[in-house]
């Protein structure tokens, strides 16, 4: 069984940054796709950056350019960079593995 525990999460000032990163249990984790996807309250839970085996990036219109998605496959985790962030980023972010496998959430508040 897939375990994913996403970390970094926290309060953080507008345009401030954070890293967050989701380390990952099996030893198969260089073959699957990995994402962030987040949750705000009241609303749906949306896509914010894909990342495939090979290393291809695919990112919300929202936070293109703002956020970077990457991943160490020695590590078993994959990372969101979070810079210039918006209240309006405020939300519980998951990480995703292969779109079958969902971590607990790690909750990131936008505020001043």
């Known amino acids: 069984q897939v375990q994913l525990v996403e970390s970094g999460g926290g309060l953080v000032q507008p345009g401030g940054s954070l890293r967050l990163s989701c380390a990952a249990s099996g030893s198969i984790f260089s073959i699957y796709g990995m994402g962030w996807y987040r949750q705000a309250p009241g609303k749906q839970r949306e896509m914010v950056a894909t990342i495939t085996s090979g290393g291809y990036t695919n990112y919300a219109n929202s936070v293109r350019g703002r956020f970077t998605i990457s991943r160490d496959n020695a590590k078993n985790t994959v990372y969101l960079q979070m810079n210039s962030l918006k209240p309006e980023d405020t939300a519980v972010y998951y990480c995703?593995?292969?779109?079958?496998?969902w971590g607990k959430g790690t909750l990131v508040t936008v505020s001043s």
């Open positions: 995703n593995l292969d779109l079958r496998f």
